[in-house]
């Protein structure tokens, strides 16, 4: 007798499953572990085929620069591509099982290459990602810097400190980086690009178990074209996208796993080990998930109290599954918290951006994206008691402006939620909607005007193209700052003289001028290698170039908790307070924290500057700047090495390094 696996839940029997109340499904085979596993390896490797082959062509190209023909250039190409997509999907069902096959496959291809070339080809004259290396990116490519020296977890700023932030995106692209003897920030441009191709691919997989195949290649394309609409919290941000842009067909996937009266175990396994990835890769759009699936949960046991066996015992085996993964990210910061006495309070949170200040409401506004998002709240709205991808979404935007209300009042506690991370989730969700509202209309005309099915199914895929192609072009405008910025700084690298320089900058900013000249004085300062070192500077660029550890970082907002950034603001200042260099010393070395090995600081009328960062929430701005000076003579040369690099001096003390 072949024996059938276990169901959770339900009153199925070996000898006899419990029966299906889902629909018969038509024209598509039943899901299984195994046909998923290689639509998912199959997908994404031609999407990263894909996507790798189009950012080694595009800087190979005759463009001059600067010129508008690398706009012309990315017009034109995502114009065919949308063009191509909406002939697979009108084409999808047809033909052989050659011509199927071929339909089937090149969505993955198609989805990949639609946001590869809205960012390629702009930037194809800098080997900088969007934005360069100002802002977060600094902390970003900080943080691949750390993985790309060593594989060892760690705090991407502080010496012997566990990970404060999710390390699954920078480990990952740190030991690809190491494996191909790349230079971390060379590296995160690439690494970057093939993350929102990627996070295209995923989808596509995943709302193939949900929807027809044609359907949901427009769905992953819908998907990719959010990622430009807030480009800082979507395709700049490439960690985050992979997770919130698989969130919204995740949620409509939980929603089914809950709801059917028997689940065999391995989808629940499967979900669990997304939660756990989720997780690894960015730790507070899964806690927002999971506080959204928990909320599911509860309505379903009120709306179903009779179970309160079967869900309970269905969450906690995915539970099992994600728990590894969640393990890596939470236990080490929690037990070396535990050690500590217990970790202050993070002022990651405490961040209040314009975007959180308002709701985030695209269906009101006037445009392309505006329509179809009034379209899927229409959509939602109506269709969410009749259609379990409906009620899906809808449980997911509800979760995101709940997120929101919840942020606003935590500020009475004086923290924040930073409600304005699942921004790209909620216009993911909407923009899927409207995608499925288009279908339900061609579906609905189908049924009841069989007559007019063909002509309602053109004008529908000519009208999605027209958005498509629309919503490409303002990708362009919404990128248009951030790819001048990538063009408006140099590279650290050496060739004798200076930083080599972008085509369109012949006077990039003073302080790229001195990154690499600056890296020379430290080795010869000591004499050892920059993941031996912690640095005590204001210019943190160095630190995203090179593994150098720091003694404070960059801005609170960022800073490990317990590495007590406001403690160790003050005892700098403690330090200023000498009466003299033998005081100095003597501060320096009976300190709460081992004393930097190497000072980076700026040149003044008066010593030597350093910018102190300081937090200031919920008062604007969040964090507050003021420069300190050191006296020269706390620095006498019989104790410490000097050397003048450009308006920076680079001091080290004689016998007296850390390791």
């Not at 509860?298 to 309970?312: A, G």
């Not at 000591?526 to 995203?544: N, W």
Request: glycine share 8%.
């Amino acid at each position: 007798m072949t024996a059938v696996a276990p169901r959770i839940g339900g009153q199925g029997s070996p000898r006899r499953p419990a029966p299906s109340t889902a629909p018969p499904r038509t024209g598509r085979r039943r899901p299984t572990a195994g046909r998923f596993a290689v639509e998912l390896v199959l997908g994404t490797g031609i999407a990263l085929s894909v996507s790798l082959g189009i950012q080694y062509a595009v800087p190979r190209l005759p463009l001059p620069e600067p010129s508008l023909l690398p706009t012309v250039l990315t017009t034109a190409s995502t114009a065919a591509v949308v063009a191509l997509l909406v002939l697979s999907a009108l084409w999808s069902g047809r033909g052989g099982m050659a011509v199927r096959g071929l339909v089937h496959w090149s969505g993955y291809a198609l989805v990949a290459a639609l946001p590869t070339l809205l960012v390629a080809v702009p930037l194809h004259g800098t080997r900088w990602f969007l934005g360069g290396l100002a802002s977060d990116n600094q902390f970003r490519v900080e943080y691949l810097t750390r993985f790309t020296d060593s594989p060892a977890l760690a705090d991407f700023a502080y010496r012997d400190l566990p990970p404060l932030y999710p390390p699954g995106w920078f480990w990952t692209g740190g030991r690809i980086a190491a494996q191909l003897g790349w230079d971390s920030w060379a590296a995160f441009k690439p690494l970057s690009i093939t993350s929102a191709a990627l996070a295209a691919a995923v989808a596509l997989a995943l709302w193939r178990l949900l929807v027809p195949s044609r359907i949901a290649v427009a769905l992953a394309a819908a998907t990719a074209m959010a990622a430009f609409v807030e480009p800082s919290l979507g395709v700049r941000e490439p960690y985050a996208w992979l997770v919130g842009s698989a969130l919204v067909p995740l949620t409509v996937i939980a929603l089914k796993l809950l709801r059917e009266p028997a689940v065999r175990p391995w989808p629940l396994l499967a979900f669990g080990v997304a939660v756990g990835a989720a997780v690894l890769t960015y730790t507070m759009l899964a806690a927002f998930w999971v506080c959204t699936l928990t909320a599911m949960v509860v309505v379903l046991l009120l709306r179903s109290p009779r179970r309160w066996r079967t869900l309970p015992a269905r969450v906690a085996l995915a539970g099992i599954a994600a728990a590894p993964s969640a393990a890596v990210v939470l236990l080490p910061y929690e037990l070396a918290a535990h050690a500590a006495g217990g970790s202050p309070s993070t002022t990651a949170l405490k961040f209040l951006p314009y975007q959180q200040l308002t709701y985030l409401l695209p269906m009101t506004e006037i445009g392309p994206g505006g329509l179809l998002c009034l379209a899927g709240t229409v959509w939602l709205v109506v269709r969410c008691r009749t259609q379990p991808v409906a009620a899906g979404l809808l449980a997911l935007v509800a979760g995101c402006y709940a997120w929101c209300v919840l942020s606003q009042l935590a500020i009475l506690a004086g923290t924040t939620l930073l409600s304005f991370r699942v921004h790209p989730v909620l216009l993911v969700a909407l923009y899927c909607a409207g995608v499925l509202a288009l279908w339900d209309l061609v579906r609905t005309v189908r049924n009841r005007r069989p007559a007019h099915a063909r002509t309602v199914t053109l004008t529908v895929a000519a009208v999605a193209a027209v958005f498509a192609v629309a919503a490409a072009q303002n990708a362009q405008s919404a990128l248009g700052r951030e790819v001048d910025l990538a063009y408006r700084q140099s590279y650290p690298l050496d060739n004798g003289t200076a930083p080599s320089r972008t085509a369109r900058v012949k006077h990039p900013g003073t302080e790229d001028l001195w990154i690499r000249p600056l890296v020379r004085a430290i080795a010869r300062g000591t004499g050892k290698r920059p993941s031996d070192l912690t640095l005590l500077t204001d210019h943190h660029r160095l630190l995203s170039v090179e593994p150098y550890w720091t003694y404070l970082a960059m801005t609170p907002g960022y800073s490990n908790p317990q590495a007590l950034h406001e403690k160790r603001n003050r005892e700098v200042r403690h330090w200023l307070a000498a009466r003299d260099a033998d005081d100095f010393a003597r501060r320096l070395d009976s300190g709460p924290f081992p004393a930097p090995d190497v000072f980076v600081l700026r040149q003044t009328d008066t010593g030597y500057g350093l910018f102190l960062h300081r937090h200031n929430f919920p008062r604007v701005p969040v964090t507050r700047s003021a420069q300190v000076v050191f006296p020269v003579e706390f620095f006498p040369p019989e104790r410490f090495l000097r050397q003048d690099v450009g308006p920076y001096t680079v001091i080290t003390r004689y016998g007296a390094w850390s390791g």
